[in-house]
C-alpha cells in the first residue's frame, strides 16, 4: 500500500487537525519521497515511517508540534537540515538503519535544540572510531545515543515500565487465583486421606468381626460334631444294654 493511501485511511474520517500519532510503518513511499502529509496534521506530536523507502525528507511538511520521529530502516543518507527547519521541537529521533556513513550527515542535526535522544544504530557511522564520543561533542544537546548516556546508563522505557507495571497487575490476580486453587485441592485431598483412612479402619474392623463370625460359626460346627458323636454313641451304648437285657431274658 502507498503512504498517501495509508494516511488516508489512518485518519479514518477524521481531519489532519485532530491527529496527534500517525503511523505509516511498512507502506511505499514514491520516489523515495514523503507523500500524503501536509502542512495540516498542525497537532502531529509521533509520527512514525519505518522501512517505507524514504531516500529524501525534501517534502516533509511543517510539524511545528512534532517530538518523537520514528525514520528506522529507510535509505537516507542525509537532507538531515530539513529536520531542523520543518520539525524545530523534536526531543526523539530513530534514524537506526540508514545509510549514515560520517559525522556530516548528522551535523544538520545541530540546529535541534530539544533533541535529547538520537539513534544511530545499524547505521555505519557507528563503525567509526570514537564514534560516540564524537556524536556527544558534535550534539551536545544529545542526552542518549542508541539508547544510552556518555556513562553507559541505559535511557528510561516509560512503555516498558507501563508494561511491567501491567504484567505484574495482571500477575497478582492469576497467582492468587493459583493459590487458592491448591489450597482447595489441598483441603480436598485432606478430606478425601480422612474419609479413605477412616474407610480402611472400617474395613478393617469389619473383616475382623466377620472373621470373629467364622470362628464362632467352625466352634459351633465343632460342638454339635461333639453332641451327635456323644449322642450317637450314647445311643449304641443303649443297644449293646438293651442286646444283653434280652439275653437274660
Avoid at 477412616?198 to 460334631?225: I, K, L, P, T
Wanted: charged share 40%.
Amino acid at each position: 500500500m502507498d503512504m498517501k493511501k495509508r494516511i488516508t485511511l489512518e485518519l479514518r474520517n477524521r481531519s489532519p487537525a485532530e491527529i496527534a500519532e500517525l503511523v505509516v510503518d511498512n507502506s511505499r513511499s514514491a520516489d523515495g519521497e514523503v507523500e500524503g502529509l501536509t502542512d495540516e496534521f498542525t497537532e502531529l506530536e509521533f509520527l512514525s515511517m519505518v522501512n517505507v523507502g524514504l531516500s529524501s525528507l525534501a517534502k516533509l511538511p511543517s510539524l511545528p508540534k512534532l517530538r518523537k520521529l520514528e525514520l528506522s530502516d529507510n535509505n537516507l543518507s542525509g537532507s538531515l537540515e530539513t529536520l531542523s527547519e520543518k520539525c524545530p521541537n523534536l526531543t526523539y529521533l530513530n534514524l537506526s538503519g540508514n545509510k549514515i556513513k560520517e559525522l556530516s550527515n548528522v551535523e544538520a542535526l545541530q540546529n535541534l535544540k530539544s533533541l535529547q535522544s538520537l539513534d544511530l544504530f545499524n547505521c555505519e557511522i557507528t563503525s567509526l572510531e570514537d564514534y560516540r564520543e564524537s556524536v556527544f561533542e558534535l550534539l551536545p544537546q544529545v542526552t542518549y545515543l542508541d539508547g544510552f548516556d556518555q556513562e553507559d546508563n541505559e535511557a528510561p522505557d516509560s512503555e516498558a515500565d507501563d508494561e511491567d507495571e501491567d504484567g505484574e497487575d495482571g500477575a497478582g490476580p492469576t497467582g492468587d487465583y493459583d493459590e487458592e486453587d491448591d489450597e482447595e485441592e489441598d483441603e480436598d485431598g485432606s478430606e478425601g486421606g480422612e474419609v479413605g483412612l477412616s474407610f480402611q479402619v472400617n474395613r478393617g474392623d469389619q473383616e475382623d468381626d466377620e472373621d470373629e463370625d467364622d470362628y464362632a460359626e467352625e466352634e459351633e460346627e465343632e460342638d454339635q460334631a461333639g453332641v451327635q458323636g456323644q449322642k450317637r454313641k450314647r445311643d449304641v451304648d443303649d443297644e449293646g444294654e438293651d442286646d444283653d437285657d434280652d439275653e437274660d431274658d
